[in-house]
């Protein structure tokens, strides 16, 4: 986990993840309002301790692009600067369609290695049918100049996980996210290498986390004398 920008990205829980493109609600309750119930009945101090909730919305991530933004962050395991420099013709067709899967181009992958397509989840698509941009980009710029840097997505992600005290985690945390939950639903390798990008599979199985219950787990099967 992230400590002032050191270690690697957290794992995003999808309670986190729920948060941050839904939202977050909180009970809170004023002590001060709670005195004048002191003197009552247990049954009717807690009747009117819970009629004096008061819920109370978080929002994470406040617009639909940079919900959009994170969520193919998030659905694609894709780099920032890769979903930064989309052309909004790698997502979209030309009747304003999502397309079946995003081209990330060569041009913009890290190293530029080569340009990979990845397939557009039914979750992802819901996001991308509520955005749309009618620039050359698919996330402008300032004044509609040019895409909007990384750094620019950074703070507002940084933002977005300060009000929902969420520590740290990164952009880098859905890649890293995105990565592990494949991998701890067994599928192959290989085809998360695919998706990924990753030059190699030993750069690969870095982001993969192991969690102190897959260690509990790894060590419940040596049965060696039963």
């Given at each position: ?49 819970v ?6 919305y ?124 494949m ?17 190699s ?18 060590i ?7």
């Open positions: 986990m992230k400590v002032n920008r050191h270690d690697q990205a957290k794992i995003l829980s999808p309670q986190e993840i729920a948060w941050l493109f839904d939202g977050k609600i909180e009970v809170m309750k004023d002590a001060k309002l709670f005195q004048p119930l002191i003197g009552l009945g247990q049954r009717q101090g807690m009747e009117a301790i009629s004096l909730s008061i819920l109370s978080i929002e994470g991530l406040l617009t639909v692009r940079d919900r959009t933004l994170f969520g193919i962050c998030l659905y694609t395991t894709a780099r920032i600067n890769e979903v930064c420099s989309l052309h909004t013709a790698d997502v979209y067709g030309a009747d304003r369609r999502v397309r079946d899967r995003i081209t990330f181009r060569r041009a913009t992958t890290k190293g530029k290695q080569e340009t990979r397509s990845v397939p557009v989840s039914p979750e992802l698509r819901q996001l991308l049918e509520e955005y749309w941009s009618d620039r050359p980009y698919l996330f402008p710029g300032r004044w509609g100049r040019g895409h909007i840097c990384p750094e620019s997505a950074d703070a507002i992600l940084r933002a977005a996980f300060q009000r929902l005290g969420i520590e740290g985690a990164s952009t880098h945390s859905f890649r890293r996210t995105a990565i592990t939950w991998h701890n639903e067994r599928v192959p390798i290989k085809h998360i290498q695919s998706i990924s990008g990753h030059k599979l030993s750069a690969l199985q870095r982001y993969i986390d192991v969690t102190e219950k897959d260690k509990e787990m790894a419940a099967t040596l049965s060696f004398r039963s």
